[in-house]
């Protein structure tokens, strides 16, 4: 990996956030050249990325403003070589995404179509572009196809790559726009793009509002731990480990194709409330 990314100039879209820090940390521990886009702010304030400010080439913007993701792209490209792009840039909350479901729609589907767009109009050279879906995109299972599904030998669902989608919230279904989209702009024009659909990240940096950092404040200022619907199962892939889910598929994975990975194994909210 190290022989790959030394000195490649990469792009990491949403690289303020919980995941986008962690890969960011990690492509510079490889010795990547880091550019990364984020969402102006009147403060200018990094939040997870003050640390290695002077490490990285940072790009304000809104992903809806194509000017500035081809601003972007623009100074990638100058940069020679054949960058990566890591697509991780989105409204990220499925709650959030009921209440806010325009700027969510707007933000994970046309700034994807800005970025793709912008790649085939300024003729990136890419190495390859990695857009972030969701395992959200799955929803739950639909009984008329269930026989397209894989279950373990306890009954166990096991999701991947070539599951039914059914995506239930504003959220899960913008991304799983922006996956098509990914995948249409590989078949119309050849970049070189793959998806990647993580499941429940968890680890430093993460937004109280998700599940696991919501057990441990409570834990910590509370007697008492209050939670929802308990009995849901997820699977938690620790944050540092996701992020090189990320970078093994963008370097190693086959255009056009989608990579499903997470920790392997679901635990139910009260059992990981419990642990």
Same mark, same amino acid.
């Given at each position: 990996i190290k022989q790959l990314l030394r000195g490649r100039p990469v792009l990491v879209t949403g690289a303020d956030g919980f995941v986008g820090s962690h890969l960011v940390d990690a492509l510079l521990a490889f010795g990547a050249q880091v550019h990364v886009f984020i969402r102006a702010s009147s403060s200018g304030m990094l939040h997870? &990325? #003050?640390?290695?400010?002077a490490q990285i080439k940072i790009h304000r913007g809104e992903l809806t403003d194509v000017r500035a993701v081809a601003g972007a792209l623009r100074a990638l490209k100058s940069d020679g070589g054949k960058p990566v792009i890591f697509h991780l840039g989105a409204q990220s909350h499925v709650g959030e995404s009921w209440g806010r479901p325009f700027e969510t729609a707007s933000t994970n589907i046309l700034g994807t179509l800005n970025l793709l767009q912008s790649a085939v109009d300024l003729d990136l050279d890419l190495h390859s &572009?990695?857009?972030?879906g969701s395992s959200e995109e799955y929803g739950n299972v639909l009984e008329e196809v269930k026989d397209h599904y894989r279950f373990d030998a306890h009954g166990g669902l096991i999701l991947d790559e070539r599951s039914p989608v059914n995506p239930q919230s504003p959220y899960a279904v913008a991304k799983l726009a922006a996956d098509f989209l990914t995948r249409s702009f590989h078949r119309a024009y050849g970049i070189p793009a793959i998806v990647t659909r993580m499941f429940n990240n968890y680890g430093p940096r993460q937004n109280p509002r998700f599940v696991t950092p919501t057990i441990i404040t409570q834990a910590l200022s509370s007697d008492c731990v209050r939670l929802g619907y308990v009995p849901a199962k997820r699977d938690f892939c620790f944050v540092k480990d996701g992020a090189m889910g990320h970078v093994h598929a963008a370097l190693f994975g086959a255009p056009g194709e989608v990579y499903v990975y =997470?920790? =392997?194994? #679901?635990?139910s909210i009260l059992d990981w409330y419990q642990t």
């Open positions: 997870n &990325l #003050s640390h290695v400010r &572009l990695d857009a972030a =997470g920790n =392997g194994q #679901s635990i």
